[in-house]
């Protein structure tokens, strides 16, 4: 039976997610490059007491260029493990292994920790940012310092530098000395022996091995670039396993255009649905007065949709064709439900519009009632393609109701593909298929009414899904799983994080994070189809039970991901958009509502950016507002922060839509993640 796949996330608003934000000069910055990035010198350092009255030897941070007792195992000023020993000279003067101050590379000045670009921290994991509310301690910082430093000694070998926010606190341990030294330049030669460095280092190994992770908790040093991800050979399908390929299919279309009735007639007649079932649902719709909704009610299962007679959640069903094991997901059309038709037709790899054919139907599902709005048909046929959907069947249904006229067909075909191409859907991804869902004309074979035949020579329904093709499959990335929704396991009777696999593979016993919470948990079972599996990939919708994780932490929303590679959390982005149909401008301070794959945050426009011609080029000024069909960057900022990547990096994560007064106004995609917005 179908699976209704709800929206409505209850998001934990108590998960601390603690972003930096970007600098104005973030561009600038960036192109100098910034992986060896120094401080600036503190100008004032506080003069102390000295110990047990002997000239004490100094050792020179690489990082910040602090000035530190040579007992001292971590910088006193930043934190950061010592990189290099003292070195006494004959005539008395102290080398430090340091940066030269004129390497090149722009000095940094010292500000508030909140001021520290986004992009410093980022740098060396290609985008993916530390993720802070997994409760990373304090040890967790150290050993991934000391392993980003290393020795001067070694093999000679580039290391990468994590440059930290300046409030990172900084636990001293029994060998540290709290006292700050301030260098003077008549220290002498006898300070710092080769022995005293040699006890040093076994120090400062010892302090290193017994520094451990806590269960559960992400390993920063372990945080890669996306390049250096090697996918393991079990993650690669096998090509003689003969089973068919998934092909997610989402049902979209105005209200009342019979996307239910026509996905129940599909259920129906590949037997997916029983005798039994559906003598049932004949029974309690003729009781009461709805004898046309018997193959809807097969998707439409709840009582207060059934009450209603519209679809209000996305319901999931499974069918099989020669080609394809295809994951049916009929989405509500009524204006609004459109929220929980963007929540669950994400998934979709293609889509089937469906269109009624009769007068009026047709023209209030472009126009809107009335001709004042935008009706769904093309609200929709524009959320779907900014999906990233390219393959798209235009079923004109009911066409019994007009006996078949093709003039009302091509009528249908003209304006409605003038639409779509305005969508950028072209000519040849969008096949247009006349049939009548009641009547079973045009479903599965060809059609049997002579009005059709005489015109029509097409594909039916089922051919044009088998001719189809499948967008690509990629399991050569990290796994990104994005949770649609929460439901029971059917094997195990505990809750499952149920989604379509984006990208990579994941199989029983694999370690993910769970974000945005930040635990680490293990995959119990998988079930594909509703039936357990050991493996899935990319393409494959899923249901995921897990260990070591509280059924709490699992939210619509939130994402399974690799543990190496965690996806960003933030509620402050940069997106590039186009805006659609709008009756009023879009100003700065606007309040709309914010989708991203499976979320939905209030937010409001805190910038508009610039202006972007055809060629993408920006405008030099920024508009004071925003009209119809206008391109633009603008800034928003959620209420809640949610899971995002840029969408160079992750097109599932990465689209984005704004909505207001139950309307859709523009649809883009995440150029920036700036970090966390505190304002």
């Keep these: ?79 950061v493990f010592r990189e290099s020993f003292i070195k006494s000279s004959k005539d008395g003067s102290i080398k ?62 580039k290391v990468k530098h994590i440059a930290l926010p300046e409030d990172v606190p900084v636990e001293r341990t029994t060998q540290l000395i709290s006292d700050h030294f301030q260098l003077k330049e008549e220290q002498s030669s006898r300070a710092g022996s080769s022995a005293e460095n040699e006890d040093a280092a076994q120090k400062l190994s010892s302090d290193i091995h017994k520094l451990g992770l806590e269960k559960n908790e992400v390993d920063v040093a372990k945080t890669c670039l996306p390049e250096e991800y090697k996918p393991e050979k079990w993650m690669f399908a096998d090509e003689e396993s003969g089973v068919p390929s998934q092909l997610n299919l989402a049902i979209v279309g105005h209200v009342d255009s019979g996307k239910s009735t026509l996905s129940g007639r599909l ?15 004949e029974k309690e719709a003729k009781e009461k007065g709805k004898a046309s909704f018997a193959y809807a009610w097969a998707m439409d299962e709840s009582s207060e949709e059934r009450e209603r007679g519209v679809t209000m959640t996305v319901a999931v069903a499974y069918l099989e064709t020669k080609k394809y094991r295809v994951v049916l997901l009929d989405s509500p059309g009524h204006k609004d439900f459109v929220p929980n038709m963007i929540s669950g037709a994400t998934q979709a790899d293609a889509a089937i519009l469906v269109v009624d054919a009769c007068s009026g139907s047709f023209e209030a599902g472009m126009d809107g009632e009335g001709g004042k709005s935008v009706g769904q048909t093309k609200e929709h046929a524009q959320l779907i393609r900014s999906f990233g959907v390219e393959q798209l069947i235009v079923a004109v249904n009911k066409m019994d ?73 990629d399991v050569s ?65 899923v249901a995921v039970s897990l260990l070591g994780i509280e059924g709490s932490k699992l939210v619509p929303g939130g994402v399974l991901c690799n543990p190496g590679f965690p996806v960003l959390v933030s509620n402050f982005l940069e997106l590039r958009v186009l805006v659609l149909d709008v009756t009023i401008p879009i100003l700065v301070g606007y309040q709309v509502e914010f989708h991203i794959h499976h979320v939905k945050e209030a937010a409001r426009v805190t910038k508009i950016v610039a202006l972007l011609d055809k060629a993408g ?61 505190k304002s």
């Design 1 to 79: 039976m179908p699976r209704k796949v709800v929206s409505g996330p209850d998001y934990d608003d108590e998960y601390g997610d603690d972003y930096d934000e970007y600098d104005d000069d973030y561009d600038d910055y960036g192109e100098t490059g910034h992986g060896d990035t120094q401080l600036p010198m503190k100008e004032e350092k506080e003069s102390l007491k000295k110990s047990s009255g002997a000239v004490p030897v100094l050792w020179r941070c690489s990082m910040c260029m602090f000035d530190n007792h040579e007992s001292m195992v971590y910088c006193e000023m930043c934190g």
């Design 96 to 157: 430090v292994n340091r940066i030269p101050s004129d390497s090149g590379k722009p000095l940094m000045p010292k500000s508030d920790s909140t001021k520290v670009p986004l992009k410093t921290r980022t740098a060396d994991f290609g985008g993916d940012t530390e993720i802070k509310n997994a409760g990373i301690s304090h040890e967790k910082v150290s050993s991934t310092q000391s392993a980003s430093v290393g020795s001067s000694s070694g093999t000679g070998k």
């Design 267 to 281: 259920l129906h007649l590949l037997g997916k649905i029983s005798k039994k079932d559906m003598h049932k649902n």
């Design 401 to 473: 109701a007009v006996g078949y006229s093709k003039e009302r067909f091509e009528f249908i075909k003209v304006q409605l593909g003038s639409f779509l191409r305005s969508c950028n859907f072209k000519d040849s991804s969008v096949i247009w298929i006349p049939l009548s869902a009641v009547e079973n004309q045009n479903l599965i074979n060809i059609p049997s009414d002579g009005h059709l035949t005489s015109w029509y020579q097409g594909f039916c329904l089922l051919e044009a899904i088998d001719s189809l093709q499948l967008p690509s499959r």
């Design 477 to 541: 990335k990290p796994l990104i799983l994005p949770i649609c929704d929460v439901i029971k396991s059917q094997s195990t009777g505990q809750l499952a994080a149920f989604g379509k696999l984006e990208t990579g593979a994941i199989r029983n016993g694999s370690k993910v994070l769970v974000s945005p919470c930040g635990e680490v948990a293990t995959v119990k079972t998988i079930e594909r189809d509703s039936n357990s599996c050991d493996i899935a990939r990319a393409g494959d919708n």
């Design 617 to 677: 080029k920006p405008s030099k000024t920024a508009p004071r507002f925003l009209k119809s069909k206008q391109n633009a960057v603008v800034q928003v900022t959620l209420e809640s922060p949610v899971c995002v990547q840029e969408f160079s990096k992750c097109r599932a994560l990465g689209r984005a839509f704004l909505r207001s007064s139950g309307s859709t106004i523009a649809v883009g995609v995440v150029m920036r993640v700036l970090g966390q917005d």
